[in-house]
T-cell receptor, first 117, second 113 residues
Framework: AQKITQTQPGMFVQEKEAVTLDCTYDTSDQSYGLFWYKQPSSGEMIFLIY??????QNATEGRYSLNFQKARKSANLVISASQLGDSAMYFCAMQQMIKAAGNKLTFGGGTRVLVKP | SAVISQKPSRDICQRGTSLTIQCQVD?????MFWYRQQPGQSLTLIATANQGSEATYESGFVIDKFPISRPNLTFSTLTVSNMSPEDSSIYLC??????????FGEGSRLTVL
């Protein structure tokens, strides 16, 4: 069974600074995907970034980058130049790529980020 | 990117009643997924909805409690039946577009009194 671990329940970060959110995973699958989502207080899940297990380069999307270390089974999210609007819950998720079952996600417990002005 | 819309966005329900949540995707998708997020918790998959076949439920979730319909490739519904306060959660649908693109609806926040 897949397992996703986010060890930081909450973090404070100063506006304009960078922050790293930890995510480790456990799987015996060779092919998988890793996602990060942002969930503001409104409850919607906002897709941030994706990394495939066979991607050799770390994914980047604007101020978001994913530090993918396959051997260590970690997929940390780095948010650069934090903004007040980045205050939210952040979830790491792993995607099983099982053709018959579809690409369902297993989520970590989440990290709450609060950006201080 | 696809737009996934859910309704209702929130509702307050009485114990013992049922509520149906709708999820509409603006493009055809093979798989749709329903998740539950209990207060202060992470997301847990309820079931996978495939068009033209019965939904596949995860351990701990049963069809009698969470019946799902998937009448076409752009639409699905989840019903929360015979609700109790423990069913108070955010319910989210997501659609499987292609590798690296798995988006969510805005969520339906249910409060059961």
């Amino acid at each position: 069974a897949q397992k996703i671990t986010q060890t930081q329940p909450g973090m404070f970060v100063q506006e304009k600074e960078a922050v790293t959110l930890d995510c480790t995973y456990d799987t015996s699958d060779q092919s998988y995907g890793l996602f990060w989502y942002k969930q503001p207080s409104s409850g919607e899940m906002i897709f941030l970034i994706y990394q495939g297990s066979y991607d050799e380069q770390n994914a980047t999307e604007g101020r978001y980058s994913l530090n993918f270390q396959k051997a260590r089974k970690s997929a940390n999210l780095v948010i650069s130049a934090s903004q007040l609007g980045d205050s939210a819950m952040y979830f790491c998720a792993m995607q099983q790529m099982i053709k018959a079952a579809g690409n369902k996600l297993t989520f970590g417990g989440g990290t709450r980020v609060l950006v201080k002005p | 990117s696809a737009v996934i819309s859910q309704k209702p966005s929130r509702d307050i329900c009485q114990r013992g009643t049922s509520l149906t949540i709708q999820c509409q995707v603006d493009s055809q998708v093979t798989m749709m997924f329903w998740y539950r997020q209990q207060p202060g918790q992470s997301l847990t998959l309820i079931a996978t909805a495939n068009q033209g076949s019965e939904a596949t439920y995860e351990s701990g979730f049963v069809i009698d409690k969470f019946p799902i319909s998937r009448p076409n490739l752009t639409f699905s519904t989840l019903t929360v039946s015979n609700m109790s306060p423990e069913d108070s959660s955010i319910y989210l649908c997501s659609a499987d577009l292609r590798a690296g693109e798995l988006f969510f609806g805005e969520g339906s926040r249910l409060t059961v009194l």
